[in-house]
């Protein structure tokens, strides 16, 4: 009965409780494509308010004059003109998961969010294709002052003018093309603010579920740390699998303020039919931190690579992540980051692993800019080759312009060591177990920063991706 | 009439904002003339060093081309110093058969606002092995291109690039070392300084092909940042295509760190000689690693001419 499992055993039953598809009942399925007609009317349909009308549109034309990417992964599979922008669920969103339809509850117990909920966080958010179906936060948790409510409740709300002087002003519809179409078709998504000094103990999660077929998803999160505060946000998404392409471009815009600190935490494991180009960033103020722990594991094309601005001084950095990339998966992840205020920190450490012909690349930027005197930069990346079908690049990028800093870099690629996976053999393990174990232990700068019900799903993604491995 | 080329396209690109993805350079290229093609041949056993002088001979725009064979067996030294006061482009195409054994001992050397373009480019055979020494010294732009292929089983490539960039120098460097046979080694080691405004980027890529098992590649960059106007782009990339291969890279940038201007100041050396000392340290190191005392002279003599203040070059 997986359904009634907690979610410490979801990842012993088998991808199926990622790749069940519910049948659709939507209240509202957009066109595909993608025409000023079609952004007014997801406007009209959503209840905009005027600027940001005007803003979905000038983000259109944007979207019109930029060219797509000339690195990274082929996304020619990518049409825009097949891609429905909006799929309203037959739900509006709750926050008791009694109301939730019967199917769309369903999907989410199997995925373990209800009972997460219970056992370990401080708020839930579960969107389901364009819309936010269930959003709630424990009442000492908003007696404190926090606010965790979905998007487009924030927009037209008390917290209308905090959204507006914040929305996509860190990341703009002119950074890239897919930043510049999630101006014009964003839906859904979590706003949040941490008052001053408030900290969080426990997490707060979004979940993201897309369900139609040949549709995408753009949701939004904005998240505000006040100063001296601190918040631990998890963000977990998958969809079930479809022989047409999908697309994601989230965006994700944190303010990390003075001595406040976040930690931005990701299981990703959208289907691989997905195309993930989402965009994430912060801006670190003066004695700030920003921490992401990211683990992707979808997706047909994926391209991740979350940004920190280190405007203040002493603010810092961390960023953890490993990438699994099997068959049909090409994924380009990594990081990057801007020094800007002096004394100013950051470290990458991440683990890629390439098997059955997946393509993994690791890509990253470190930028330290004049005014970053006394900056410290350190990257750390190894990769794990387990076949020779696959491919496994590693591309970072340094760029230094201050005398006054100390950068180092270092990346390893090879395969499993033979005489590890004999030792374990030696000692009773099959040679797929001793590989999955190896690979596992390759992976744990991650599972060791997760919570202890995520890195127990991790791993046995991992397992999952390790299963037929041999022969 | 000159207008920009790009040159230094790396095998993979990445981020366009970062500038790395190739360099911008001003060309005529109508006006660009073949001043030399000259071939030369190595034959099985030890030959006598091969020495080339690339010079612009006074004409902008100049393009000196020279191709060295080296047959089954063939050990040469090829020296190449390659000056210029006017825009210059040089190409040095070498080409190792089995088991030959290639050094070649570089010395970029534009003058005061000169561009120096250079390429290299190398095929080596079965256990052939190439050991570069490279050295990027002026007063101008040095645009050095190095494309490597170790094709054969046991190829080995072994570079030594060094650096020393003052008041508002280019220095802009790419290596790409292909790895198709089995069993091939890449060991690639760049260091240099980079003082006033000067400018570097270094972009080296390890390219493991599909059937290149067993072989190892590595790769380390360390910058020493004396200016407080100077910028250095480093892009040290592994491309992997192979499982049974190993590949690493690493680099260290940044200023002398504290425990070695301790050690120099508990000598009664200041921060500025200890500076000069190691900004010197790296390209000396190499001139010294050439084992010719006319290439050591003149390597040394033009760090002495990009070490020298103002007033002593007027």
């Not at chain 1, 003109?81 to 509850?105: E, F, L």
Request: with cysteine; glycine share 8%; net charge negative.
């Amino acid at each position: 009965m997986a359904e009634n499992r907690e979610k410490t055993y979801v990842a012993d039953v088998d991808r199926s409780i990622y790749d069940i598809r519910d049948a659709e009942h939507d209240a509202y399925r957009m066109e595909s494509g993608l025409t000023p007609e079609i952004v007014d009317k997801l406007s009209k349909e959503k209840g905009d308010p005027v600027w940001m009308q005007q803003f979905r549109l000038q983000s259109l034309q944007i979207y019109n004059e930029l060219r797509l990417p000339d690195w990274g992964p082929s996304l020619e599979g990518l049409d825009i003109d097949h891609i429905a922008t909006y799929v309203r669920p037959n739900t509006k969103m709750q926050n008791d998961w009694a109301n939730v339809p019967q199917d769309i509850k369903d999907t989410f117990e199997r995925l373990g969010i209800p009972q997460a909920e219970r056992k370990s966080l401080a708020g839930v958010g579960a969107q389901y294709d364009s819309e936010l179906v269930y959003h709630n936060v424990r009442d000492e948790v908003a007696a404190e002052g926090v606010v965790y409510t979905d998007m487009e409740s924030a927009l037209k709300g008390e917290y209308a003018d905090m959204v507006r002087k914040y929305f996509m002003k860190l990341v703009t519809p002119r950074d890239h093309k897919f930043a510049a179409l999630h101006g014009a078709v964003w839906s859904g998504g979590s706003f949040v603010y941490v008052p001053k000094g408030v900290h969080l103990s426990i997490p707060l999660q979004s979940y993201f579920r897309l369900n139609a077929k040949g549709a995408g998803q753009f949701e939004h999160t904005l998240i505000i740390v006040d100063e001296g505060a601190s918040l631990h946000f998890i963000e977990g998404c998958s969809a079930p699998k479809y022989n047409v392409a999908n697309l994601h471009a989230g965006c994700v815009e944190l303010y990390v303020k003075k001595n406040a600190k976040l930690r931005y935490s990701t299981i990703e494991n959208w289907s691989k039919n997905m195309y993930n180009l989402n965009t994430k960033r912060a801006l670190v103020e003066e004695g700030g931190t920003i921490e992401w722990v990211s683990g992707s594991f979808g997706s047909h094309v994926g391209c991740l690579y979350p940004m920190s601005i280190l405007k203040g001084d002493d603010s810092r950095m961390e960023f953890t992540g490993v990438t699994f990339a099997g068959a049909g998966q090409d994924l380009d992840t990594g990081a990057k980051v801007v020094h800007v205020g002096k004394n100013t920190s950051s470290y990458m450490n991440t683990r890629s692993i390439s098997k059955s012909g997946g393509v993994s690349t690791f890509r990253s930027s470190v930028v330290v800019e004049k005014s970053a005197k006394g900056a410290k930069s350190a990257v750390s990346c190894q990769s794990l080759m387990l076949d020779s079908e696959s491919r496994s690049d590693t591309i970072p990028a340094m760029d230094i312009k201050t005398r006054d800093a100390a950068v180092g870099h270092e990346a390893r690629i090879g395969a499993i060591s033979n005489d590890a996976v004999f030792y374990l053999m030696s000692r009773g393990m099959s040679e797929e177990d001793a590989r999955a174990l190896i690979v596992s232990g390759f992976a744990d700068n991650v599972s060791k920063e997760l919570p202890l019900e995520y890195a127990v799903e991790m791993n046995n993604l991992i397992r999952l991706e390790m299963k037929g491995s041999i022969g | 009439m000159e207008k920009t080329i790009y040159v230094n396209r790396p095998a993979s690109r990445t981020w366009n904002r970062l500038g790395v993805n190739e360099a911008a350079v001003r060309w005529d290229t109508d006006a660009e003339t073949l001043l030399s093609n000259e071939r030369f041949t190595a034959v099985s056993g030890k030959n006598a060093p091969l020495r080339i002088e690339a010079a612009d001979g006074g004409a902008a725009y100049g393009r000196r081309v020279y191709t060295v064979t080296a047959e089954a067996g063939a050990e040469l030294t090829v020296f190449e110093v390659c000056t210029a006061a006017q825009p210059l482009a040089a190409e040095l195409r070498l080409t190792a058969a089995e088991g030959a054994h290639l050094r070649v001992v570089q010395l970029l050397n534009p003058a005061q606002g000169a561009v120096l373009r250079h390429e290299l480019s190398a095929q080596l055979a079965e256990h052939a092995k190439l050991d570069l020494i490279s050295l990027q010294l002026g007063d101008g732009a040095v645009y050095a291109d190095h494309q490597i292929s170790l094709a054969g089983d046991g190829a080995a490539l072994r570079a030594d690039l060094g650096y020393l960039a003052r008041r508002s120098d280019t220095a802009d460097i790419d290596l790409t070392v292909e790895q198709l046979g089995k069993s091939t080694v890449s060991e690639i080691h760049a260091s240099g300084a980079l003082m006033e405004r000067a400018k570097k980027v270094f972009r080296g890529t390890i390219d493991f092909k599909r059937g290149s098992a067993g072989s190892v590649g590595s790769e380390n960059e360390t910058v020493l940042l004396l200016g407080e106007d100077a910028e250095n782009k480093t892009v040290p990339v592994i491309l992997c295509a192979e499982e049974n291969v190993e590949g690493s890279h690493g680099a260290t940038i940044g200023e002398l760190d504290a425990d070695t201007l301790f050690y120099f100041a508990s000598r009664g050396i200041d921060r500025a000689a200890a500076e000069a000392i190691l900004a010197r340290a790296a390209v000396e190191r190499l001139a010294r690693m050439a084992e010719d005392e006319a290439f050591s002279a003149r390597a040394l003599g033009a760090l002495a001419q990009v070490l020298c203040t103002k007033e002593e070059r007027e």
